[in-house]
């Protein structure tokens, strides 16, 4: 079976985290304040993922 | 609700947070490796499993290790991955995953999942249904029944063909109930309304939209909101109700007689007819454009003269909890062989008759009696109403093509393709086999 190269895994990684984020950002509205809460500081965990991918992703492509 | 017992194969905790507020009432067991997976699929009874497929940045898809785990233990497994390319959605698939579908869409796709699984484990438990809610034990319609009842849960629109009383509502009524929509199922027959009427009833009216509305009246179509509208015969709806049904069923919504404001309803559409639908489009009858919206999934329910092992079962129905009733032998033999114009609907009124009269064993000659005038002889092909309207918008000689078509087609899947047996069983030459067959082809590629 075909494996992914290094730049595919960080993109595969990028899209995974991206589509978390949106998932929960889609949920938010409608979570109580607790799990608002939680949510928050795992999408805050999830952005701050994305922003290391995307500088790995630039490193890569230079 | 339901309560399911469920994995989640998943290593980003934000994914498996979201999945856990989307599965909010069932018992959930949260996994983010595979050796985790797979000790808990072998230790625990899961109903439904999800399934990341890359398992942290340096993973190889060993995801698909615990679908294979879990699909051997009966699990209804579902990936839920942003690895979704041709090669790996077939690897899943072969490996005994039952439904892909890329990250980033939950909201929609998770309660689509468990609503699909629960209707379809519901469909699969009640093994009585033929039975009960859609008596046959003929095995084509069983098998028809069976087809349809897997887009049951779906958003397809049904199409149900077959001749007046064959079942075509009570099939309705079980795809309706087996959908897991909340709304209702709301029927109407189109046929019975001249085209102002009909209008009115559909999309309902306010108060004074015309002479003798005196008050406003909720339309079938906002009272089938979240259900099922049942629309049969559907090809007698004039050209221009067509227009109007086709836009509501597009867009969702619609404006009441004498109304300014559109109401809106989501409502599945499943419909009927007893004539062939294709002669309808070709006489102008059906609008294509129509025909296309209504008929995702075709269920064609054959007449009671063709599954004549339904009429026992059907006496059995009818006269549970009352009076029972016993045939002799002979009378069983005529009811078997009778054509029945009407299909169940003649028998319920037969059944009812004879449940009435003086004696519990019905002989030859009652059943006759409630019968008379109705020999027991095959319908005759130009009483068909479907095939005659195919004769007059096609021509004779084409009707007789198709009628032959017909014959030769379910008589080689009766001898299961043998070409030998069906010219010696139709007494037809190796020509008109052949000249049929290649005829039907470009037919049976387009289906």
Same mark, same amino acid.
């Given at each position: 079976?075909?494996?992914?190269?290094?730049?595919?895994?960080?993109?595969?990684?990028?899209?995974?985290?991206?589509?978390?984020?949106?998932?929960?950002?889609?949920?938010?509205?409608?979570?109580?304040?607790?799990?608002?809460?939680?949510?928050?500081?795992?999408?805050?965990?999830?952005?701050?993922?994305?922003?290391?991918?995307?500088?790995?992703?630039?490193?890569?492509?230079? | 609700?339901?309560?399911? $017992?469920?994995?989640?194969?998943?290593?980003?905790?934000?994914?498996?947070?979201?999945?856990?507020?989307?599965?909010?009432?069932?018992?959930? %067991?949260?996994? %983010?490796?595979?050796?985790?997976?797979?000790?808990?699929?072998?230790?625990?009874?899961? %109903?439904?499993?999800?399934?990341?497929?890359?398992?942290?940045?340096?993973?190889?898809?060993?995801?698909?290790?615990?679908? &294979?785990?879990?699909?051997?233990?009966?699990?209804?497994?579902?990936?839920?991955?942003?690895?979704?390319?041709?090669?790996?959605?077939?690897?899943?698939?072969?490996?005994?995953?039952?439904?892909?579908? &890329?990250?980033?869409?939950?909201?929609?796709?998770?309660?689509?999942?468990?609503?699909?699984?629960?209707?379809?484990?519901?469909?699969?438990?009640?093994?009585?249904?033929?039975?009960?809610?859609?008596?046959?034990?003929?095995?084509?319609?069983?098998?028809?029944?069976?087809?349809?009842?897997?887009?049951?849960?779906?958003?397809?629109?049904?199409?149900?063909?077959?001749?007046?009383?064959?079942?075509?509502?009570?099939? @309705?009524?079980?795809?309706?109930?087996?959908?897991?929509?909340?709304?209702?199922?709301?029927?109407? $027959?189109?046929?019975?309304?001249?085209?102002?009427?009909?209008?009115?009833?559909?999309?309902? *009216?306010?108060?004074? #939209?015309?002479?003798?509305?005196?008050?406003?009246?909720?339309?079938?179509?906002?009272?089938?909101?979240?259900?099922?509208?049942?629309?049969?015969?559907?090809?007698?709806?004039?050209?221009?109700?067509?227009?109007?049904?086709?836009?509501?069923?597009?867009? /969702?919504?619609?404006?009441?007689?004498?109304?300014?404001?559109?109401?809106?309803?989501?409502?599945?559409?499943?419909?009927?007819?007893?004539?062939? =639908?294709?002669?309808?489009? #070709?006489?102008?009858?059906?609008?294509?454009?129509?025909?296309?919206?209504?008929?995702?999934?075709?269920?064609?329910?054959?007449?009671?003269?063709? /599954?004549?092992?339904?009429? #026992?079962?059907?006496?059995? *129905?009818?006269?549970?909890?009352?009076?029972?009733? &016993?045939?002799? =032998?002979?009378?069983?033999?005529?009811?078997?062989?009778?054509?029945?114009?009407?299909?169940?609907?003649?028998?319920?009124?037969?059944?009812?008759?004879?449940?009435?009269?003086?004696?519990?064993?019905?002989?030859?000659?009652?059943?006759?009696?409630?019968?008379?005038?109705?020999?027991?002889?095959?319908?005759?092909?130009?009483?068909?109403?479907?095939?005659?309207?195919? @004769?007059?918008? $096609?021509?004779?000689?084409?009707?007789?093509?198709?009628?032959?078509?017909?014959?030769?087609? /379910? $008589?080689?899947?009766?001898?299961?393709?043998?070409?030998?047996?069906?010219?010696?069983?139709?007494?037809?030459?190796?020509?008109?086999?052949?000249?049929?067959?290649?005829?039907?082809?470009?037919?049976?590629?387009?289906?």
């Amino acid at each position: 079976m075909t494996t992914l190269s290094d730049s595919g895994k960080l993109l595969h990684d990028l899209r995974s985290k991206c589509s978390s984020l949106k998932s929960a950002a889609e949920l938010y509205k409608d979570c109580s304040a607790a799990e608002k809460k939680e949510m928050l500081a795992l999408m805050n965990a999830a952005a701050a993922e994305i922003v290391k991918l995307l500088s790995q992703i630039e490193k890569s492509a230079a | 609700m339901e309560k399911l $017992n469920i994995l989640v194969l998943e290593d980003d905790k934000l994914a498996q947070k979201v999945m856990a507020v989307h599965l909010a009432g069932h018992n959930v %067991d949260l996994a %983010d490796d595979l050796k985790t997976s797979l000790k808990k699929i072998e230790g625990a009874k899961y %109903d439904l499993g999800f399934f990341d497929l890359m398992l942290g940045p340096d993973d190889d898809y060993s995801g698909l290790k615990a679908i &294979a785990a879990a699909a051997a233990r009966g699990v209804h497994c579902v990936v839920v991955s942003s690895s979704d390319s041709d090669e790996i959605i077939d690897r899943a698939y072969a490996l005994g995953a039952n439904d892909f579908y &890329a990250k980033g869409n939950e909201e929609s796709n998770v309660a689509d999942i468990l609503r699909k699984f629960l209707q379809n484990r519901k469909a699969a438990g009640a093994g009585d249904i033929f039975s009960s809610a859609f008596i046959t034990c003929d095995p084509e319609t069983k098998a028809a029944a069976s087809e349809a009842l897997k887009y049951a849960p779906t958003e397809l629109p049904l199409l149900i063909l077959g001749p007046s009383g064959t079942g075509k509502t009570s099939l @309705a009524k079980l795809l309706h109930e087996h959908s897991g929509r909340e709304g209702a199922f709301v029927s109407i $027959n189109c046929s019975a309304y001249t085209e102002d009427l009909l209008e009115a009833e559909m999309f309902g *009216h306010t108060k004074g #939209a015309f002479t003798g509305a005196h008050e406003a009246r909720k339309g079938r179509l906002l009272e089938a909101h979240k259900g099922t509208l049942f629309l049969d015969e559907i090809g007698t709806m004039s050209p221009g109700m067509q227009m109007k049904l086709l836009k509501a069923i597009e867009e /969702r919504s619609f404006y009441p007689l004498g109304s300014e404001k559109t109401e809106r309803s989501e409502f599945r559409v499943i419909s009927a007819t007893l004539e062939d =639908p294709q002669a309808l489009i #070709a006489q102008g009858k059906l609008r294509f454009d129509l025909f296309q919206r209504v008929h995702g999934y075709t269920i064609n329910l054959k007449p009671l003269t063709r /599954r004549a092992c339904d009429i #026992a079962p059907l006496v059995q *129905h009818f006269t549970k909890g009352g009076r029972r009733l &016993a045939f002799t =032998p002979e009378a069983r033999a005529y009811l078997e062989n009778y054509s029945w114009p009407g299909n169940v609907r003649e028998l319920k009124k037969f059944v009812d008759l004879v449940s009435c009269g003086p004696e519990g064993r019905v002989d030859i000659s009652a059943v006759k009696k409630h019968l008379k005038g109705r020999e027991a002889v095959q319908q005759s092909p130009a009483q068909d109403g479907a095939l005659y309207a195919y @004769a007059l918008a $096609n021509g004779l000689e084409a009707a007789l093509e198709k009628v032959a078509g017909e014959i030769i087609t /379910r $008589n080689l899947r009766e001898n299961e393709g043998k070409k030998t047996k069906t010219m010696a069983d139709l007494k037809i030459s190796t020509r008109l086999l052949y000249s049929t067959l290649k005829r039907l082809a470009p037919e049976e590629e387009k289906k």
